[in-house]
């Protein structure tokens, strides 16, 4: 993460619509990514034409396969997030901005995107995935019984909406997979997934 962290004014005004288009666009790009990785696959096993190539249909139909399970997978995904946009009461991505356990003095706040209903909500969701709770974990100093447990809420580096791209750990396709609104309480931290983008860095 480069560049220093974008802190948006406390009475920022907000396009209605800015969420949406920032959601939407979210979901199309790593859509466009998976197409054109399953195209540059399939065509392997075509001609410049884009006919099969005879001795090669059975390896066709095995990539074929595995192209429409994945596909298959992030349609649930597209179909969850694209439901949480028209939800009532409706859910919006929310930078959630925290300080983990043994925080330095003066050191940046991770930054981290979920969806919810409202500010607290979002960080409540965050709470719950399985790969914050081993990011604090992972985090957490070697004398940590003498350190907070959990990682603690920055209100004022949190906002609706999202920052330029790369500056957050974006866990909503996790969150899309997570029963999160039939969680009645936080799980005990657990060994899960990491974010996708990598070991979580701080914005400098």
């Not at 979002?122 to 019984?145: E, K, M, N, V």
Request: proline fraction near 11%; charge should be negative; aromatic fraction near 4%.
């Amino acid at each position: 993460m480069t560049g220093t962290p974008h802190h948006r004014p406390p009475h920022a005004t907000v396009s209605p619509s800015a969420h949406l288009t920032d959601e939407i666009t979210a979901l199309l790009l790593p859509l466009r990514k998976m197409q054109r990785r399953h195209q540059a696959e399939l065509d392997l096993y075509r001609t410049a034409d884009g006919e099969v190539i005879d001795e090669r249909y059975a390896d066709y139909d095995d990539a074929r396969q595995r192209t429409a399970m994945e596909a298959g997978d992030a349609l649930d995904t597209l179909l969850e997030r694209l439901e949480n946009l028209v939800a009532v009461p409706s859910r919006r991505p929310f930078t959630v901005a925290v300080q983990g356990p043994g925080h330095e003095e003066g050191a940046a706040a991770w930054l981290f995107v979920v969806t919810g209903t409202s500010l607290d909500d979002a960080h409540r969701a965050l709470t719950r995935l399985p790969s914050f709770q081993q990011w604090q974990a992972d985090i957490r100093p070697p004398d940590g019984y003498e350190t907070p447990g959990d990682a603690q809420l920055v209100p004022g580096q949190s906002h609706p909406g999202t920052r330029e791209s790369g500056s957050y750990i974006d866990l909503r396709h996790e969150q899309a997979h997570a029963p999160l609104r039939r969680t009645t309480s936080p799980a005990p931290a657990s060994p899960g997934p990491r974010p996708s983008c990598g070991p979580p860095r701080r914005p400098r």
